[in-house]
């Protein structure tokens, strides 16, 4: 039996999706931890796109138990969206294959308007880049205690109270503070007995069902949304999602012991990206810019906005290691950089004369650093079609080289396209 983490060690966006379906085939439970449906994970296979906001991207594989753990927060409407979605492509997901935890929180419609009213009443210069998704309100309302949770719907009574309660408050902010209509009860009330009858089934003790799975030595695989560096605690606070992104978050958010857990992976994009507001060292403002978000096809899964792009991070990418206490990485996208002359790493950063070798807490000396590069030769190459390491180019093997040189940590796994065939397992985590 192995259990094994898989996180983003960047600001979102690393091709985390596509690692999870490859490292699928070897597990038996593959369960999401935190997060939203404000991520999206891409999945490419044989030609056909999958996108999936909440559903773990082991769906798609037979005879594989999904589940949706405690730290998880579902808007109905979207996961019965992907359901159908799912249906109506031939992949019927029943509650043997799917699992909620009954401790999971419910995105309701008032965290929805209030992070979009909240949003928009900031000024230029003070907007975090949320996604309006109602991902930070629920939060708010999970850790004040006054929560949703899924389990919730099973009892009628408690539910109406806790959705009066709530609206009582929530109505009170979006028409005094932010002068919005108010929403109303009956609607929502009825809305949401719909989704109960369809979303209850599959609602159980997932922790239970994760140690029952442990014990019978079943190999688990974690699935992290967004990354490190936009950890609530860890990353370049305040442009962070609301949830802990990092590796201990799979224990927490799904109710599985620490000392279970046997390797942790990072996933490492070949270069950075980030969408929204926020810090961002290594950003390009010229033509290798444009070229890698438009043969990265970097364009958000979840808002469809353009990404921005940049070198790759050493410096994000060793705090990535400490942080989750990476075992392994998976680099995606190495094939978006062929046909670069000259590749640029960043190695540390400086600011005033000081220099800075882990990203500042500061967001002022954040906003403000700028990086320090090595310089290694590109390749020409396109890489789309090599199966064995050691056919790849000279120069993209030395980049790698490097990169396992600057993080501490060796690489598991290279992407080199995005379909699922088009990926290199030098060593597989769940190999003790």
């Not at 994760?210 to 695989?221: E, F, Q, T, V």
Request: charged share 25%; aromatic share 8%.
């Amino acid at each position: 039996m192995s259990s094994v983490v898989v996180v983003g060690t960047q600001w979102g966006d690393e091709g985390k999706g596509k690692i999870v379906d490859l490292l699928t085939r070897y597990a038996d439970y593959i369960v999401r931890f935190q997060g939203g449906n404000n991520a999206g994970h891409t999945l490419v296979v044989e030609g056909r796109q999958y996108i999936f906001h909440i559903i773990p991207s082991g769906i798609l594989y037979e005879g594989k138990t999904c589940m949706i753990g405690n730290g998880v927060i579902i808007d109905p409407s979207v996961l019965l969206k992907e359901l159908d979605t799912l249906q109506e492509k031939g992949l019927s997901v029943t509650p043997d294959r799917l699992m909620i935890s009954e401790k999971a929180h419910l995105i309701m419609p008032y965290h929805t308007c209030i992070d979009k009213a909240r949003e928009a009443s900031l000024g230029d210069g003070r907007k975090i880049g949320t996604t309006g998704r109602g991902i930070g309100p629920c939060y708010m309302d999970k850790v004040g205690r006054v929560g949703i949770k899924i389990g919730d719907l099973r009892e009628r009574g408690l539910f109406q109270d806790k959705l009066q309660a709530a609206l009582e408050e929530k109505n009170f902010l979006l028409t005094k503070k932010y002068t919005c209509e108010p929403l109303s009860f009956a609607p929502i009330l009825e809305e949401f007995q719909e989704f109960a009858e369809r979303l209850l089934p599959f609602v159980d003790n997932v922790s239970v069902a994760l140690d029952a799975a442990r014990k019978k030595g079943n190999n688990i695989l974690f699935e992290g949304a967004q990354g490190t560096q936009l950890d609530i605690d860890h990353g370049t606070y305040p442009f962070v999602t609301s949830s802990n992104t990092i590796a201990g978050n799979a224990c927490t958010g799904a109710g599985f012991g620490p000392a279970h857990i046997d390797s942790v992976i990072g996933i490492l994009k070949a270069y950075t990206t980030r969408v929204g507001e926020g810090p961002f060292p290594t950003e390009l403002f010229d033509t290798v810019g444009d070229e890698l978000q438009k043969k990265g096809g970097e364009f958000g899964a979840t808002t469809g906005r353009k990404r921005r792009c940049g070198w790759l991070d050493g410096v994000v990418a060793s705090d990535a290691v400490r942080l989750n206490g990476l075992t392994g990485l998976a680099i995606t996208k190495l094939d978006v950089l062929s046909g670069q002359s000259r590749l640029n790493v960043a190695t540390g950063y400086e600011l005033a004369g000081k220099h800075f070798s882990t990203m500042p807490a500061s967001i002022n000396q954040a906003a403000a650093i700028r990086p320090v590069y090595e310089t290694m030769a590109g390749w020409q190459e396109e890489i789309g079609g090599i199966r064995d390491f050691h056919d790849l180019p000279v120069q993209a093997r030395e980049y790698i080289k490097r990169i396992e040189d600057l993080t501490g940590v060796r690489a598991d796994i290279i992407s080199v396209g995005p379909d699922r065939e088009e990926t290199l397992l030098l060593h597989n985590p769940f190999d003790k």
